[in-house]
């Protein structure tokens, strides 16, 4: 069925100028009285794309409008092209994929992975890998910083994976959806404050939750003294906080700066939060230790 | 324009028992010599989508033939409706919102994070958290099993985050990457040597690059000893290694046991991957120290 797949039975009309003024439906059209001229039965509430405009920007006004084809102005209102929803389902694919590379820390490639070179998918895994791998010595030089911590209960350090991998998954959740909401248009930069409270509420609740059933874990099952259980409980209380709050606020901060969000998520957020997630343990256990 | 969006120009045929045997254009129809009958101009090479057939199965026919429209059948191949694109393009959508939460480790829910209250957003992450944090204990056993290692050389522990990070991120970009190619159809589970293949040769060179910056860096800027920098820099390329192969290979065998692939990225391949980190780390060590 070639011929039909691109067929679109929408008239758009232009006038003497090539100015776009109008539209109207081929049913429209023959159900029309035969004296009527097409000013007269064409609709003049015009929904049209610019050649100016970004392909995610006509991707938004599709899923607005559920039109099956838009028409396409240049600057001066005439009208150069029309655009097919097949096409933007292509777009729609291309800026999801850009999205799940960036938050992958890969850099961006429109070309296949099974097509892929085995050297053009190092290149575009190894910057990330080798700016993030730098970065985490950042961590590791706060252990570096509170060896004493870790000398004098050496117990500390077995909580310190769980500790990050539970900062960077809380960040992670926030950072994802934050992201995704800002490109399905969900969520915008000027709900800023809202999303803060949420994201302020969320933290809260969810990090009383996992420090209440860490607290009861360690003192049942691990069997630890009552001190380290109350540091890492605490610990884990600010930690989801502090992770909920960068992963959801670097995203939306990064729209308003006109950097695509989907950069500031996944393993830049973890490095981050990783990090902090540290300097709030040893902070708390030498605060409770008298250190 | 509201009359225009849904009016679909495309005329499908059914025999007399609603069977649906022909499709042909308006336009076809309009140019076909005045005696000719339905069934001398339709075409009989028909796309269709079956009642039972998945909504996703259905977006991926419409990216594949570019349609407009596709007509609906039941298990009897009669004509029982019609899908257009822009129901479509919802449907791409949702399933991509999806994934995005899975591989973010947050429950599905087709909520919008501005609408859903702060119970049921608390809701959707504290299962995986609470998962995650648990299983994060092994990796601190882990810790805890080579704590003599950790004491006869205390400067071990400075590396633990970084190591950890690397991992947990390489990991991330193949099972990220690996799960939306499956999602977009770019992947198959059929390629599963092929992937293979290309994620342990990519894995060696990614691995080993980073091993020898990290190398260089210990031993000029950090100046730690000779026998720490190899012990971390082996480690890393068993690491990176590890980590593609996980992260890599998970969510295609999750796709051949009919489970989502995007539940197996994130978060989940991030857990497996740290405690892996870990025991090739202080096996390196121990083996290298002769402990």
């Not at 600057?75 to 029309?82: A, P, Q, S, Y």
């Not at 994201?199 to 209440?212: D, E, K, M, N, T």
């Amino acid at each position: 069925m070639p011929c039909i797949k691109k067929t679109i039975y929408t008239l758009y009309v232009t006038s003497t100028h090539e100015k776009f003024v109008g539209v109207l439906s081929l049913r429209e059209l023959f159900s029309a009285p035969e004296e009527a001229t097409i000013e007269e039965v064409m609709h003049t509430d015009l929904v049209s794309v610019n050649v100016q405009e970004d392909q995610e920007q006509a991707a938004q006004k599709f899923k607005k409008y559920d039109f099956i084809a838009l028409p396409v102005v240049d600057t001066k209102d005439r009208l150069v092209g029309i655009i097919t929803v097949d096409d933007i389902i292509d777009v729609i694919e291309l800026e999801t994929t850009e999205d799940f590379q960036r938050m992958a820390a890969v850099g961006s490639s429109e070309e296949s992975y099974m097509d892929a070179s085995i050297f053009s998918l190092v290149k575009n895994r190894i910057g990330w890998l080798l700016i993030l791998m730098v970065s985490a010595t950042f961590t590791g030089g706060i252990i570096g910083r509170f060896e004493h911590t870790l000398q004098s209960i050496a117990a500390l350090n077995m909580f310190i994976p769980m500790l990050m991998d539970t900062g960077g998954n809380a960040g992670n959740q926030s950072s994802t959806l934050i992201t995704r909401g800002l490109a399905t248009g969900d969520i915008h930069t000027g709900d800023f404050l809202k999303v803060l409270f949420k994201g302020f509420s969320i933290s809260i609740i969810a990090g009383i939750i996992l420090s209440i059933v860490s607290f009861i874990k360690l003192m049942t099952i691990e069997k630890v003294g009552f001190m380290i259980a109350m540091i890492v409980s605490l610990t884990l209380i600010f930690t989801v906080m502090m992770a909920k709050l960068v992963g959801g606020m670097l995203p939306i901060i990064a729209q308003k700066m006109k950097m695509d969000p989907a950069v500031m998520s996944g393993p830049l957020i973890t490095t981050v939060v990783d990090a902090l997630s540290l300097f709030i343990y040893f902070t708390i256990a030498n605060a409770l230790l008298g250190l």
